[in-house]
Structures are given as C-alpha cells and as structure tokens.
C-alpha cells in the first residue's frame, strides 16, 4: 500500500463546510442556504431532516458529485487546507476515495451492473494503492469480512443483482472503507439493512471512527441510530440549519419545535393491534422456492438454494401481517412467489381461497388488480423517461379501469395529495424527487387500481421518521376505509407495534416464529427473535 497515512488528532478538524450554497442552475432557486458545519477526528456528526430538506445535495455538493440541474453558487469545503472547489477535477479525483469517501444512498443504482462486486471494490483499491492480484483479491475479501458479507470468497464473484439489497448496501460500505479515508460521508448507510447488520456496520464505523480517528458526516432519518451513534447533531429544514447540539443535549432539550416533531414521530412501542378475527383472505401452506445451484461447463445442477423452505402463515381480510428478519432471509422471494414472479417448488398459494400458484400469464391478470406490490427499491421500480402521472395511470390502463382521461387525472391527483404530494407532481420525471418522495409515489401506483392485498416490500425504508409516521398513518387509514389487508415485509422491527396484528420472523427460508405482534415484540420464544429484538437501536440511555 501507499505510506502509512498520519493519524488525525482526536478532534481537530478534517473538512470544513461554509456558507455552502446549492440552488438550481435553470431558475437559481436555492435548495442549500448558507450551510457551516465541521467534521472532526474521531468524532461522528449526524445530518437529520425530512426527505427533501437538501441533506444529499449537501454531501453530494461536499464531493463535487451534484447533477447538472444543481449548481454551487457560494460557499467552500476544506480539507487540509485546500477549498476542494477550487481544485482540477484530476486532483478531485485522487482526493474522493483516497481522502474522503462516500456511502450512497441508493446501492443497487451506484454499483454498476455489468461488474462483479469483488472486482468493484478491488477497482478502488487499485486506483489508490499498489495492491494487486492475490493480496488485491485478500483485501476485498477481508472488506467483505469486516462488514458481515456471508461466505465473501464466494460473493466475490457475484454481480451486485445476485445480491439482497442489505448485500449491496454491504459492498458500498466496504467500497466506502477500502482505502482508509480521513472522511467518510454516509448518506442513510444502514437504510437497508436488517437490525443486526445495521448494529454491526454502526459498531464497525463506530470502532473505525475511534481507532482510525475517522471524521464522519452520519445522514440518516432513525432517530435510533442518531441516539447510539453519533456525537453532535444537526437539523435540516428546507435548506438550512436550524439547530446543532450535542446528541444529550439534542434528545434531551430540542430547542426547535421541528426537531421536537421528529422525535415524537418515532413509533409507539407500547401500544400494539389486535390480531384481527377475519376470514382468511390469503393462505400459505408449505410454501417452498428454490434456486439451482449450477456448477461445470454443462452448468449442470448440483444442489438447491432454499430460499423459502416450507412456509405456511394466513392474512386475514383487513389485516396486515409483518414478516421481518435479516436481508437474505427469504422474506422478498416469498413476496414474488405470492404475486407468481417465482415458480414455487412446492405447496399451495390461495387467494380467496383459489390456487393461484403456477397459473399462467392470463389466468393471473385479473388477480394482478387484486394484488399490488410496492417495491423496496423505488429507483429501480420506476421508468425514467416517464412523468409521475404516466407511471400511475399505467396500472389503471393496463388492468382496464373504466375510467375516462379526466378521471384518471383526478384520480392520479387524489392520490398524490393522499401521499402528501401536490398535483403538479404528476408532470415531473422520477429523477426529480428524493428517494423518500419516489416511495410515496410507488405507493400511490399500488393504490390506484383499488386493490384488496398490497405486498409492501421495505415500502418505508427510505422515509425519514415523520414521514414515515404519516405513511404509515396513511396505510392504516386505507385499512380501516377500504380493508385493504398487507402483507409487510420489513427489517425495521420498531413499526411493527404501529403496523401490524401478526408477526412472522424469518430466517434461512423458514418461519421461526409467528403470533400476534405483542406476543412476539415482548415475549419471544425462538432466540433468533430475541437476538433481533436486543440489536434495535432505542432513544433510551
């Protein structure tokens, strides 16, 4: 590797922000006003606000990685002495990675397709030091190690589609960390990862930040995380920055009544809904998916991933079951079997008590109006190059909703404010909006054609937490109007309370455990569930 890098001083100052500026380049509106802030050695800074308060185009501004509608018009960032916005985009690019590196929101939309993972993240390294072949190899794979990749020998090859979304978030942490950067950015780093990930990859850029005297600026909207991890805190709201304490001092005595907003967002934890006495409306019994395991030149089949290996659970009409457990653990494959994405090995699928496993294309068409999904991944669930509007009214048109143009654009625009969006919404382009905003939008395409069960698919885990309060206010309103039932697969156990009447954890294809969600939220049997209850990160001391 290159020289050893000279270790910071515990709490002086890596990169400081002034005054930053970032407006439109088209109208000159301005998205950042007047930022300040300071990362410090061994000190973890952490950047909280509601989805669209400018938290990632302060970072991305930060890294000189902002779109071209985006434009800096005041301000500077300084990292050992030199403004990064008055340097050549040559010398930019020695200092992102080497320097400061980042942890992008997205995953799967910065990993890039057509590479394996193993060989992205050996790209950094070899862009930035001398390692090569199989210690370049072996450092990748103690990267993978370090940040709880299981079997990373063998992940190594893998391309960033054979992974769960935690596996990607996973690889980019370990991308992030490859070249021991001074800095490290991380926009919403553990949005995808299960609790006990989550607990370890914050462990792990805890100790980094303690050992290495890491400087690190935390986005995030978990209040949790915020709680056990960071040092100082700092609030955005449209653009600025409205108050700035010590993470104590912040929980303790918020002086503004927006950060006051946010902490009472976090969801009731003590209140839980009771299991609904209804008819079954979907039914599984030993639900099993399985994935060839091909090996040799004939790619011949050797053995069988067990993705989901005997599942068997009942949703009830107007209920909302939450299956939860670690990334991988089957909870995603047993959503596409539902919907007939995924051929079943065996077991049966009934919807109102029909088989719906295994039928064709035209026979599952009138159950696709029935059945809605939303998308962990709104990036990736939606066409760029069609308006907010088309990618909601689409569902409608091609399910043959009787409905004339005036309608349909009534309806797109009922939606959207439902989802706390405005109708001029439905003109924009997916591109435009935050992550936060586009899962809105995805759950305002599952609602359009009235459906009776919604797979929601980690559907708040790009939502900060008074939004997420609202959506999933907005979810129980639609229950309780419509009985619309949902099965809810999430990682993030602190919703369940507000959420769900039963609960299922899941682990290596199977179902450990299920009941109502005060049986399994406070009483657990199996210790799998005990083991994912204790990494939940809480506001408590």
């Known amino acids: ?197 989550q607990l370890q990859v914050l462990n792990l850029i805890r100790e980094l930040t303690r050992t290495r005297q890491l400087a690190v600026l935390l986005i995030t909207h978990d209040m949790g995380v915020v709680r056990n991890t960071a040092d100082e805190v700092a609030v955005m709201y449209r653009g600025e920055l409205i108050e700035r304490a010590s993470v104590d001092q912040f929980f303790h005595d918020p002086q503004q009544a927006y950060s006051r907003k946010l902490i009472d967002a976090l969801p009731d934890l003590e209140h839980f809904r009771a299991a609904a006495a ?47 457990g670690e990334s991988g653990s089957g909870k995603s494959t047993l959503g596409r079997a539902i919907l007939n994405l995924e051929e079943i090995a065996g077991g049966e699928i009934l919807f109102r008590g029909e088989p719906i496993q295994g039928i064709g294309r035209s026979a599952m068409l009138p159950y696709r109006k029935q059945i809605q999904v939303i998308f962990q991944n709104p990036f990736s669930s939606m066409n760029p190059r069609m308006t907010v509007g088309d990618i909601i009214a689409e569902g409608m048109i091609s399910l043959g909703l009787a409905l004339t143009e005036d309608a349909r654009n009534a309806r797109i625009h009922e939606l959207l404010a439902r989802v706390q969006l405005g109708a001029e919404h439905a003109r924009r382009y997916p591109h435009e909006f935050s992550g936060g905003q586009l899962q809105r939008i995805a759950i305002a395409r599952a609602l359009a054609v009235d459906p009776e069960l919604i797979i929601c698919d980690e559907p708040t885990s790009a939502l900060d937490v008074s939004i997420r309060a609202e959506v999933l206010e907005l979810l129980a309103e639609l229950q309780r109007e419509f009985g619309v039932s949902y099965l809810f697969i999430t990682h993030d156990l602190s919703i369940v309370p507000t959420l769900a009447h039963k609960v299922g954890v899941m682990q290596l294809g199977k179902l450990m455990e299920q009941g109502t969600a005060e049986q399994i939220l406070t009483a657990p049997q199996h210790p799998y569930t005990q083991a994912l209850l204790a990494a939940v990160p809480r506001l408590e001391d």
């Open 278 to 324: 209804e008819e079954p409306l979907l039914v599984l019994k030993d639900v099993k998916v399985h994935f060839p395991i091909r090996k040799g030149l004939l790619q011949r089949t050797v053995d069988y991933t067990r993705a989901v290996d005997g599942v068997s659970l009942a949703i009830g009409r107007g209920e909302t079951f939450a299956l939860v």
């Open 1 to 197: 590797m290159n020289a050893p890098k000279q270790q910071q001083t515990a709490g002086s100052i890596c990169m400081r922000v002034s005054d930053l500026t970032v407006v439109l380049a088209e109208s000159g509106e301005p998205i950042v006003k007047g930022v300040s802030f300071e990362l410090r050695a061994g000190h973890i800074f952490a950047l909280v606000g509601e989805s669209g308060s400018g938290k990632s185009v302060t970072s991305l501004a930060a890294m000189r990685l902002l779109p071209d509608a985006l434009k800096i018009s005041a301000g500077s960032v300084d990292v050992e002495g030199a403004d990064l916005f008055a340097l050549s985009e040559a010398r930019m690019q020695e200092i992102r990675g080497r320097k400061v590196a980042m942890i992008f929101q997205n995953a799967m939309s910065a990993l890039n397709p057509v590479q394996t993972v193993g060989n992205q993240v050996a790209e950094t390294l070899k862009l930035h030091t001398p390692l090569r072949g199989a210690a370049l190899r072996n450092r990748v794979i103690q990267l993978f190690t370090e940040v709880g990749i299981p079997d990373p020998d063998q992940r190594f090859g893998f391309f960033p589609h054979q992974l769960s979304g935690g596996q990607q978030q996973r690889v980019m942490i370990a991308m992030a960390l490859a070249c021991e950067p001074d800095v490290l950015i991380a926009d919403e780093p553990t949005t995808a990862l299960d609790v006990t990930i």
